[in-house]
């Protein structure tokens, strides 16, 4: 598979899981936000946990503040998605063959500095936001810098700050193989391995 057809293939899966692409934001397409239903739940389940004296806000914004944010990301990755459910989750495509183990560890630092100013998109409940989430996936075409990746680079693309709430979660792609593998450690991927796989190459 090549890397155009795996980026048509991405984003037929990704819009299943109700992410928007950046791409798609600036041809004018409208994001998808919390269905009222869910935040109604959401409220429910707060007054159930006794949590009816915080409050528990979605945050207000339009979609061209997403845009912006997005196309600063859009210069250090190939392909971008966006969920907007109380927490924001992100997911990220770098095509990463011809990339040093240095090259790759430092775009994840940026993709980390970056998540600060997602948070605002995030929902709040009391005195704290939601957590914003960055699954980054590096893609390969060649299966033995795939293997490099997985053993050394990897876990030093890393980041999780478990007070501020921003999560960089490297994933590895190889096209050849076509295999997908998650990172390591906390906290728990957010998809499935072998899902992903059989949904991106089936």
Not at 15 to 24: I, R
Not at 98 to 118: F, H, V
Not at 166 to 180: H, I, N, Q, R
């Amino acid at each position: 598979m090549d890397k155009t057809s795996f980026e048509t293939r991405v984003i037929s899966v990704f819009h299943n899981l109700k992410y928007n692409f950046f791409k798609e934001l600036q041809r004018g397409e409208t994001l998808k936000r919390m269905p009222p239903s869910q935040y109604a739940a959401f409220l429910a389940l707060g007054a159930l946990g006794g949590l009816g004296a915080f409050v528990i806000n979605q945050s207000s914004f339009a979609d061209k503040e997403v845009i912006t944010e997005l196309e600063k990301l859009g210069s250090l990755c190939d392909l971008v998605g966006i969920r907007v459910s109380g927490i924001v989750q992100l997911v990220l495509f770098v095509h990463s063959d011809d990339l040093t183990d240095e090259a790759m560890i430092g775009k994840c630092q940026l993709i980390r500095n970056q998540l600060n100013s997602l948070k605002k998109f995030s929902m709040r409940i009391g005195w704290t936001k939601m957590p914003v989430f960055a699954s980054v996936f590096c893609i390969f075409g060649n299966s033995e810098k795939t293997f490099h990746f997985r053993q050394s680079v990897q876990a030093n693309c890393k980041h999780h700050t478990f007070l501020s709430k921003y999560y960089v979660l490297p994933w590895g792609v190889d096209l050849s193989a076509k295999s997908v593998w998650a990172h390591k450690g906390w906290p728990p991927a957010q998809f499935k391995s072998a899902d992903l796989e059989a949904k991106l190459f089936s």
